[in-house]
């Protein structure tokens, strides 16, 4: 295995430099194990430094007009006004920036969430400092590189790498970050929501999923196993949007298995760079055994296993992470494979007697991310837009392909009631002034002067 892959630095105070220990750790491509590069293995020192960095850019970054570093949403960093009570005065809400922003980021999409988080962040008139997940580090080092390269001022974005444990931990802490946005896991996301409280930051927190498709007695099946195939398996099931879950009315159960089995066969596991290959590795060792732990759960709860459900070792996939593509059948509800978030290429098929009961199955997670729905039925699919207590509903299309001028997150274990994305992503980055403007030249008093004609 080779060793002298390229070395990268932090990015702190528009500086590159090291982590102070000397120390790296490495990152692997899942598919072949090679080294990708080696990375700082910064500490609190690294974390203390970034966010000094950006606490001393921050008071020139906030009076910086957005639209001269960014298109789109800085020119509609929209405050309102609104009529006042009293004669001669006005009022108005504008939007404050608020100061350092501590970025969290997972390895699944490590370029798209770094940057649904920056951006806003930035535009809304804060500094920041990305911690990116230490098993993909280099995706977000790279916009940080591209945005230094268009003009940005030293300091107003760094990024340190480590481990969760101590670089996150240290931002968490640290008294000068006042909003950290995370996503990645629940059981990490409730970590951040705890430790961060203890100094009041405001906290905005995108976590898992179990999200499902459901197919109604009169759905195009056809186009629901195009959906199906997609959103559980493309990116090897490894979306927060990824669908684990078919719900499936009993008419059209048997037919759509039948349809099913024969392509989940057909897909091809192998590095995601192969444009041939629809199935690509799963993240690291670990995460491969516990998507296999899954496979046992659900035999021991009674599901039945259909297809897949090993490790694959044939020829080169030997070298990499790989799982084969899982189908279990006759699962229920309650089971741990119907209610946990595996993060893999398994997907449970769930069976229900009517259009209610999918509506409640789908409801009754922890998560509540995305759903879908297939079928033709106008009032049906209106019924669902209204019962559906997810964030994101799709009808007739699978569970993933937000689009990024919406509002993106959900409820319960997934979230905690902020949105990334569109004009809502914005919202967590500011804090809301209002300015009352008294020009009568004496003392009115809201709520209790009466205005005379
Ligand atoms: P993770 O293990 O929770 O890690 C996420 C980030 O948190 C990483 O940067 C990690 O650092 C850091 N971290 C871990 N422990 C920490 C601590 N004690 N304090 C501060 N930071 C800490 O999640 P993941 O495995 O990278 O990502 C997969 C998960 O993300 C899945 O659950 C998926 O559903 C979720 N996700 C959700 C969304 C959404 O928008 N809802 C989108 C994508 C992914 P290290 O990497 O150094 O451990």
New binding site residues.
Partial sequence: MTTTAKEFQNHIGGKWQSAQSGKTFPNHNPATGEIIGHFPLSGKVEADAAVAAARSTFEKWRLVPAPYYMGGEGRRLFGYTVPVELPNKSGIAMRDPIGVVAC??????PVA?PTWKMFPALVAGNTVVI?????APLSALRLVEILYEAGLPDGVVNIVF????TV??A??HHPDVAVVS????????R??AI?AAKSLKRVSL????KNAVIVLDDADLDLAIEGILWSAYGTTGQ??TACSRVIVHSAVRKQLIEKLVPRIEQLRLGNGLDETVDVGPVINASQLEKIHSYTGIGKVEGATLVTGGSIAREGELARGHFYHPTLFTDVRPDMRLAQE?I?GPTLSVIEVASFEEAIAVNNDSKFG?SSAIYSQDINRLQRAMRDITTGILYINSGTTGAEIQFP???NRG??NGHR?AGIAGIDVFNEWKVVYNDYSGKLQKAQIDQTEL
Avoid: Q
């Fill in positions: 969290i980021t997972p390895w699944n999409f969430i911690k990116p997940a230490s098993d480590g481990p969760g444990g996150g931990d931002l968490l995370f996503t990645g896991s629940t059981e990490s996301g970590h951040v430790e995108e976590m898992g999923g979306r927060c978030e993060f991310l993106f997150g959900g997934t979230g990334e």
